[in-house]
C-alpha cells in the first residue's frame, strides 16, 4: 500500500490508494486487519521504527497456548506450570486413555404422565345422530370385566378404545390380583393399561369373532346393492 502523509499543526494522516483517509494508528490497524503487522510501524513518521523493531523481536520467542490440551507429540517442549512461583516448575505429563464425548443424557418419551380414573371425566357423554338422538351404548364382552371403584361399562369402553388407538404397548390389562386392585387402586394399578382385569383370547374367541365380521360384511354388501339398484 502506497501511503501519503501531510503535516499539519502536529496532525498527521496517512492516505490509502483509493484515497480512503486514517487518523490514527488503530483505525488503520483495523483497515489492514490481519495483512499487515504495525506493531513497529510508526504512524507519525511513517516509517518503521528500527527499535520497535528489536524490541519486538526479543519479546518474540517460542509461545504456547495453554488453553489448547496436550498433544502428543516429541517435538513439543513440556509445559510449564501455571502457578504465582517466581522459578519455572516442570511439569510431568502422564499420557492416560483418550478422551471421549459425552453425549447428552436422552430421557424417556416426553409424554405428560395420566392421571389414574381420567376416563371417568367423559362420562355421561354420548354421540348423537343428525336428528339429535343417542346412539344406542355397545354391549361390551362378559369377558371384560372393569377394574377400579365405580367403573361402569361406558368408562371401561373408552379406556380400552383408547389404549388400542393410542398406546404404543401391548394391551394387556391390570394383570394384578382383582383384591388388590379392589383394595388399592391408586397403589396397584398400572396407568398404562385400561381399566379392564387381564383377559386370554382363545382361538374360539378369534373365529367367533370373524364370523360377526363376515356377517357384518354381508349385510352392508346386501345394503349397497339394495341402494344401488
Request: hydrophobic share 35%; charged share 30%; net charge positive.
Amino acid at each position: 500500500m502506497a501511503l501519503g502523509m501531510y503535516v499539519r499543526e502536529l496532525l498527521v494522516s496517512h492516505y490509502s490508494p483509493n484515497g480512503k483517509k486514517f487518523r490514527s494508528k488503530p483505525q488503520l490497524a483495523r483497515y489492514l486487519g490481519d495483512a499487515l503487522d504495525l506493531a513497529t510501524f510508526d504512524f507519525r513518521s511513517g516509517k518503521i521504527n528500527s527499535l520497535l523493531l528489536r524490541k519486538n523481536k526479543k519479546q518474540r520467542g517460542t509461545q504456547f497456548d495453554y488453553s489448547r490440551g496436550v498433544r502428543n507429540d516429541a517435538s513439543l517442549v513440556p509445559p510449564i506450570r501455571q502457578t504465582a512461583s517466581i522459578f519455572k516448575q516442570p511439569v510431568t505429563v502422564y499420557k492416560t486413555q483418550e478422551g471421549k464425548v459425552k453425549t447428552d443424557f436422552k430421557h424417556g418419551p416426553q409424554e405428560k404422565p395420566k392421571q389414574l380414573f381420567w376416563e371417568k371425566r367423559l362420562e355421561g357423554l354420548r354421540a348423537c345422530d343428525l336428528d339429535g338422538l343417542e346412539f344406542n351404548a355397545m354391549e361390551l364382552p362378559r369377558a371384560l370385566r372393569a377394574v377400579g371403584p365405580h367403573v361402569g361399562e361406558e368408562t371401561l369402553l373408552q379406556s380400552v378404545a383408547t389404549a388400542l388407538h393410542v398406546s404404543t404397548q401391548p394391551v394387556t390389562g391390570q394383570t394384578g390380583s382383582r383384591s388388590a386392585l379392589e383394595k388399592n387402586p391408586g397403589v396397584f394399578l398400572n396407568p398404562d393399561q385400561p381399566l379392564v382385569q387381564a383377559v386370554s383370547v382363545a382361538d374360539e374367541d378369534i373365529k367367533r369373532q370373524e364370523e360377526r365380521v363376515s356377517v357384518a360384511r354381508k349385510k352392508l354388501q346386501d345394503a349397497l346393492r339394495r341402494l344401488l339398484t
